[in-house]
Nanobody
Framework: VQLVESVGGLVQPGGSLRLSCAAS????????MGWYRQVPGKQRVLVAV???????TYADSVKGRFTISRDNAKNTVYLQMNSLIFEDTALYYC?????????WGQGTQVTVSS
């Protein structure tokens, strides 16, 4: 199983960035896919999740700014991040989960700075 995240980057406050995560080795369409983020010294936290049904859930801190989506034909999940703020700076991880199975990507750095 592999989850490969796109390269993050450096973005100015107010800017946008789209992350992608391509999965292989799993039946992608039945997995719940999520994005998490972590800053040094803190726990990894949920950013957004999209279920196999397409239902989405967002952390309060990103509601209205971030959008998670999936393309089952491409085995890929996306995170569109708009109106980025300094506090969005973190290492972003993709996760695939189904019942007791879970798989993580390697993480990609997003830095919001002027």
């Amino acid at each position: 199983v592999q989850l490969v995240e796109s390269v993050g980057g450096l973005v100015q406050p107010g800017g946008s960035l789209r992350l992608s995560c391509a999965a292989s080795g799993i039946m992608f369409s039945i997995y719940r896919m999520g994005w998490y983020r972590q800053v040094p010294g803190k726990q990894r936290v949920l950013v957004a999740v999209i279920r196999s049904s397409g239902i989405t859930t967002y952390a309060d801190s990103v509601k209205g700014r971030f959008t998670i989506s999936r393309d089952n034909a491409k085995n890929t999940v996306y995170l569109q991040m708009n109106s980025l703020i300094f506090e969005d700076t973190a290492l972003y991880y993709c996760k695939a989960s189904l019942s007791d199975k879970e798989y993580w990507g390697q993480g990609t750095q997003v830095t919001v700075s002027s």
